[in-house]
C-alpha cells in the first residue's frame, strides 16, 4: 500500500506558497498487532495549520474523516470511520489513540450520523463546532436581549456562533467580506445585520446597527477591525477571542498588545482567548447539543468540498483569501 501526502518543506513566511510544500509518496509496512489502517475519506482545512508550530519533514498537520480499510485491533472494525489527527495524507497506519493527553484532539469513532453527511465531524459536529458553542457561551455568556456581533461570520466558526447567539435570544450582527457572505448569514442563518468590512466603514455602520452598543464579541479576526469592536462596545462587554486570522500571514509576528486599554478601563470590558483543547473532557457533550439543534432545524451549515487530494494545498490557501462559505473540507 503506498500513501500520498503532504509534506512541509519550509516554515511558512508570509501568505503560504506551493514551493512551502512537496507531495511524496511512503511506502507503508504491513499492519502489525493491535494497529489499522485508514484510508482518508475527508480531510480538515483549518485556519490553525497556518500557525501551528510544525516541522520541516513533517506531514502537515490537520484531522481526517478515515475509513478503516484493515484493522488488527479489537477497538476498529473494517468499515468503521473514525476521525483522527493523521495529517495531510491519504493512508495511515496507527494504533487506537484511546485516551487524549490534553494538547491533542480526540480520535474517536464515529456513529450516531442516521443520513447526515459523514464530513460534519470535522466541522460542526467535531473541533469547529466545540469551539464555537463551548467559546461563545462560557466565555461570553450571552443573556436574552443582549447585543452580539461575530466577526468572520460566514466561517464555520462564527457562522455556528451568530446562530447559537440567536437561538439564545440575542440580536446579531455578522461582519463578512463579501455580500453573498452578508445574504447568507442574514437570509438563510437569522443574523439581524451584517457588515461588509471590505466596501463599509465599519465603525459608522456598528452605530446604525447597534446604537445601544455591544454586550459581547466573538472575535476571529483580530487586528484593526476588532480594535473598531471593541470599542463600541458597552460596560461589563465580554470578548471572545477565538482567532486572528487577520495577521497569521504577516511576516511581522503579532506580538503587540492593542491600543484599546482605555476603553477595557472606562467599560469595565473583560476579555478571554482559549483554545478548543481546553474542552476536551467536554468534547461529546458540545457535539450532542450540536447535533440536536440540527435536528430541530435552529442550526444550519454549508460546506465547501474541494474534490481531490492534490488540491489540498489550494483549498488552504482558498480558506486564508476568504474564499470559502462556511466549512473548507477535501473530498480525498
Ligand atoms: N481558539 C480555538 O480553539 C480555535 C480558533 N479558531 C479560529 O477561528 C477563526 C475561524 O476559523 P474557521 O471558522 O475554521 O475559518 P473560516 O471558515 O472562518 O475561514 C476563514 C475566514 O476568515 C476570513 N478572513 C481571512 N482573512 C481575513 C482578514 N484579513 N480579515 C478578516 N477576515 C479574514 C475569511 O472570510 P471573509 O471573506 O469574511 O474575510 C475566511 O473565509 C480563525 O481565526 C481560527 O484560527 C478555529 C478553531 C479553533
Ligand atoms: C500557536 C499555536 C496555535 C495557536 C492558534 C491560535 C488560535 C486560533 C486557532 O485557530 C486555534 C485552533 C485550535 C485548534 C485545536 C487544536 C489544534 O491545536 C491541533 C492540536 C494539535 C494536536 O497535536 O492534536
Known sequence: MKAKKFVLKQQFVGFPKYSDVEIMEEELPPVTDG????????????????????????????????????????????????VGFFGWRTHTISTPQLITPDHRLPEYLIKDMDDLPLSLPLGILGMPGNTAYFGFLDICKPKEGETVVVSGAAGTVGSHVGQIAKIKGCKVIGIVGSESKGKWITEELGFNYYINYKNQNLKEELIKCAPEGIDCYFDNIGGDLSSTIISTMKRFGRISVCGFISQYNLESGFDKAPALQGYFVSNCLQMQGYSALLFVPRWHEGIAQNLKWIKEKKLKYRETIIEGFENTFQAFLDLLSGKNIGKTIVKV
Not at 475519506?41 to 516541522?55: A, N
Open 35 to 82: 494497529e489499522f489502517l485508514a484510508e482518508a475519506v475527508f480531510i480538515s482545512i483549518d485556519p490553525f495549520i497556518r500557525i501551528h508550530p510544525q516541522e520541516v519533514g513533517n506531514v502537515v498537520m490537520g484531522q481526517q474523516v478515515a475509513r478503516i480499510l484493515e484493522s488488527k485491533s479489537e477497538h476498529y472494525a473494517v468499515g468503521n470511520y473514525i
